[in-house]
Each structure stands twice: as structure tokens, then as C-alpha cells.
């Protein structure tokens, strides 16, 4: 009797405790980027945010250049000829060229902040909580890039706005940005410039060494992971160029049109791999990018490997 009652206390015990490692988990919310100069949705796109329950669209507003004389500028400013699907959140998205933090950079924050939100009156994008910049920063930028970024964070600060900003992983060695929260880059982990074995777009061996310092890294994270692939053409031996339409014609024995693009299974190996290292990275999943074409490289089989933890 006293066996049976203890083997019936320990089940429910058990049951509890089962029953708080899910309540713990946080509901996942996905994302997704749009990189491309004219927000324009067809029906395959407009379907799979739908299907896919996309509350976030990380929208790629302009990009910020270097020329000289003439110095800093933005470049490649996207055009609205569709209205935002209704309840999807948007996050102004600003890429900064890297080059840009060697130049003078004086008043470039409240440039910045004032272009994106006169344009998000322009075009009527209302849902927006926060303002993201990527910039491939290095140890030797850092310094002007984290300055520029506090001072982006303080004009946001006068509109209600967050700060976010794109970790990619040689970065996670450094000290983290002055921003409030971070998008791990989990994509383009090798050089496409090499014909090895190793994926470029995404291969668990080159995210692996990275693993260890997700822990101690500092900054509340969400992750993206790529949906794209690279076609690239390699002549000789000798990368020469990435393929966006006809591949050019060979001319020489040996000339080769690689095409990389990840496996379902691979993003779901790397996603959970870095989820086991933090539990508030696994709350938001981020795809790279939205586009009919990129879209249609998985089926619906993959799509449930990507987005089920």
C-alpha cells in the first residue's frame, strides 16, 4: 500500500514538473526580412505569411554609402506599392556600409532616424515598435559603429522607438552594442569564394564554434536563418562570380556553375543546436528572405521541419 501510494505521488510529481518545463517555454513568434527596393506582395507571399502566421517583417528601408567627395548618402531607397498586410509589425531595416564608420559621421544619426520615419508617415507604415541597422562592423570599427548606434538609440528614444541591430557570428566575440536587443545572423557562415565540401549559405561545422560564446554573450537575441540559395560560377578553379540569371557561357574545361542552398533538416540541426545555448533566442524565428522565389526552393513539408522547435 505505502509503495503504491509513493509510486502515485511520484507520478504526479513528475507530471508537475513536466508540466512546468512547458509553461516555461516561450510562445515562438516568426519573422521574416524583406530585402528588395519595391515592397510589392503577391499572392504566394501574402499566402505564406498567412499560412505561416508571420507577425514581424524586418523591411530593408535603404542603405547608407560612402562616396568620395561627396561622403555619406543613402542609397537604394525601397518603394511602396503595396500597403503593409494589416497586423504585421514592421521594423524599419537600414544597412550601413562598413566603410561608412571611417568616414564623418556627425549628424548622420538624426539624418538616419528622420528619413526613416518620414517615410514610414509617407507610405502609412503605422505598426512599428523599433528600428533595426545592420552593419558588418569590425574590431577595428566598432568603436565608431557602437558610438553612431548610441547615438541612433537616443533620436529613436525621442519617438517612442527601440534599437535593434544584426550580430553576425565573428562578432559574438566582442563586446555587444549599445542597443536593446539583438538578430543573430545564421547564415553565409563560410566564404562562397571556395570550392570545399562546407554550404556557405549554412553548414553546422563553421556554426559550431560560435556555440560557446552565445551563453555569455549579453544581449537579449533572436536568430534568422536563410531560405536563399548561391549559384556560383567558378572558372579554372577560380571563383568568378554569383549567378543571379543565365549562367555565362564556358569556355574552358573545368568551368563549373556551383549551386549551394541549405536543407530543411540542417536549419532545424543549427536552430535547435542554438536554442540548447539560450532559451530566449528560440522565441522569435527570423527566414531570410520574403520572396516567391526564394519561398518555392521548400515544400511544405520543409517549411514544418523549419518552423515546428
Not at 552594442?177 to 549559405?201: A, C, I, W
Request: proline letters at 6%; charged letters at 25%; aromatic letters at 10%.
Amino acid at each position: 500500500m505505502k509503495m503504491r501510494l509513493f509510486l502515485a505521488v511520484a507520478m504526479v510529481g513528475m507530471l508537475s514538473l513536466a508540466g512546468c518545463r512547458r509553461d516555461d517555454v516561450a510562445p515562438q513568434s516568426n519573422a521574416m526580412y524583406y530585402w528588395r527596393t519595391v515592397f510589392q506582395l503577391d499572392s504566394t507571399e501574402r499566402a505564406f505569411l498567412h499560412a505561416h502566421r508571420v507577425e514581424r517583417l524586418y523591411v530593408r528601408f535603404f542603405d547608407v554609402v560612402c562616396d568620395r567627395p561627396s561622403g555619406l548618402r543613402p542609397e537604394a531607397t525601397i518603394s511602396f506599392r503595396d500597403s503593409v498586410p494589416a497586423g504585421l509589425e514592421v521594423v524599419p531595416t537600414v544597412f550601413v556600409v562598413e566603410n561608412c564608420l571611417r568616414a564623418d559621421t556627425t549628424g548622420l544619426a538624426h539624418k538616419l532616424v528622420k528619413r526613416v520615419v518620414q517615410m514610414c508617415r509617407t507610405n502609412d507604415v503605422s505598426h512599428v515598435r523599433e528600428v533595426q541597422i545592420d552593419c558588418d562592423w569590425t574590431a577595428r570599427s566598432r568603436q565608431a559603429c557602437y558610438a553612431l548606434l548610441e547615438h541612433i538609440r537616443q533620436e529613436l528614444r525621442a519617438h517612442g522607438l527601440g534599437l535593434s541591430a544584426t550580430i553576425r557570428l565573428h562578432q559574438l566575440s566582442m563586446a555587444p552594442p549599445p542597443v536593446d536587443r539583438g538578430v543573430l545572423m545564421v547564415y553565409n557562415t563560410s566564404s562562397p569564394q571556395q570550392l570545399t565540401d562546407h554550404n556557405p549559405v549554412l553548414d553546422m561545422r563553421d556554426v559550431e564554434p560560435y556555440l560557446k560564446r552565445l551563453r555569455r554573450y549579453n544581449l537579449p537575441l533572436s536568430a534568422a536563418y536563410p531560405l536563399f540559395q548561391w549559384r556560383l560560377f567558378f572558372s579554372q578553379g577560380k571563383f568568378q562570380e554569383v549567378v543571379y540569371g543565365q549562367p555565362p557561357t564556358k569556355r574552358f574545361v573545368g568551368d563549373t556553375l556551383v549551386t549551394w542552398q541549405c536543407p530543411a533538416d540542417e536549419i532545424s540541426r543549427v536552430r535547435n543546436a542554438i536554442n540548447r545555448q539560450r532559451s530566449d533566442i528560440g522565441s522569435e524565428l527570423i527566414l531570410y528572405h520574403l520572396d516567391h522565389n526564394q519561398i518555392n526552393h521548400y515544400n511544405p513539408e520543409d517549411y514544418e521541419k523549419i518552423f515546428n522547435r
